[in-house]
């Protein structure tokens, strides 16, 4: 079907290793897990008019409520964070904060089924909500925990580029574009910048009736690129305070700077990077995007940042928080084409059955091994060793007993390790060791 990713057995248990580690990696951090129904009320979605967004929603509609003419009332969730700030809202008075979340669920948008594109995509999501103000040190927080996720992952270098809504603000006021909408406009474009490159972002914002020297003077400040340690701070310091978001901006940042260190993240993963400014306008500080070291052209494989009102369409209450995300399914998708996660299998042992006779041992085998902890499949209907053991390479499992009339016989059996090709004979004893030893 287009638009959507169905994999092989082996691809789906690979996917499914790399879901857990990301688990275990949000859970290690003290996060705690949250699920959100697939639909939520079409009014709780389409909070803003217009947009791209809102052109991707897909509407839910029974066949009798179609019928008689009623409007669809529900629609699927395109994202995790309009579903989070209705939760935080709704339970507010259950919840503890700050509240620490992640939530790892599909999601659904109405895209022209396209390479790296999918109608239906899961979500890796966390995010710190708090009550009244967040403490900076969350914001910090983040990029450790990216860390130590890729670095998990085990897929290649990374490198989290780090930037400030509010410094950009400041720094688009300096310049003379005050309003909020055309601070908006150039943001998005200045988001781009990776993407479609400085000719034409700069045309982009002379389209909008900039000056040249403006544009100019904005790209020039953001075009330096990915700076990290002691250039990244001399770097922020030497911006002019020129106005008092610019100051708390740069501020911020070098504080964020500061945190990362004293958690003991790699310097050489973090940078600053002037340019980064996320499409989204509901960031108001720190904004995250994380890319592969030469493999740029995937763009940001976790991004994120800080908002400071989470949920003020649905509560009274102001709810900053500072999330990050992980479109995995087109992660994974990207990877595998790479060759940087290869398919897998979660079965370990084949137990194989030569003649009936041997069937009750083969059962007792099986069930050593499952005891012990290893997942084992078993051989139910007799036939040839070579059809056995070429099923078992071609289901991706690494160790295949054989225990044959001459084997029951002397109390002992053979176990045959498809990844080195070699096979050892050892009592029927040993079986559930010498398993353990080999994985």
Known sequence: ????????????????????????????????????PALELTEVLLTKTGGDTERQVYLAQSTGARA?????DLALRFDLTVPLARYVAEHEGQLNFPFRRYQIQPVWRGEAPQRGRFREFIQCDIDVVDRDSLSIRYDAEMPAIISELFTRLDIGNFTIRLNNRRLLRGLLSELGVESADLQGHVLRELDKLDRDGIDAVARALAARGMAATV????????GPGPLK??????????????????????????????????????PNRIAVD??????????TGTVYETTLDGHEELGSVCSGGRYDDL????????????????????????????????SASNVQVLVTLIDDDGLSTSLALASVLRTAGYNTEMTMTTGKLSRQLKYADKAGIPLVVIAGEDER?????????????????????????TVGRIL
């Open 409 to 433: 016989q002397r109390g002992t059996l053979q176990l045959r390790n498809l990844l080195t090709k070699t096979q050892v004979e050892i009592p029927t004893s040993d079986l559930a060791a």
């Open 215 to 222: 544009v100019d003077r904005l790209l020039t400040m953001a």
């Open 229 to 266: 340690g002691i250039a990244a701070a001399e770097m922020l310091k030497a911006l002019p305070a020129a106005n008092d978001a610019m100051s708390q901006g740069r501020d911020e940042l070098l504080s964020v700077l500061s945190m990362i260190e004293m958690q003991g993240t790699d």
């Open 311 to 342: 949920a003020s369409l649905y509560s009274k209450s102001r709810l900053p928080g500072v999330g990050i995300s992980i479109g995995f399914t087109r992660l994974f998708d990207q990877l595998r084409d790479l060759g940087l996660v290869g």
């Open 274 to 283: 002037l340019s980064i400014a996320r499409g989204l306008d509901y960031y």
């Open 1 to 36: 079907m287009p638009g959507v990713l169905e994999l092989l057995p082996r691809d789906q248990v690979a996917m499914q290793k790399m879901l857990d580690t990301i688990r275990q990696v949000f859970e290690s951090f003290g996060f705690l897990p949250i699920s959100t």
């Open 68 to 72: 008689q003419g009623h409007e669809p």
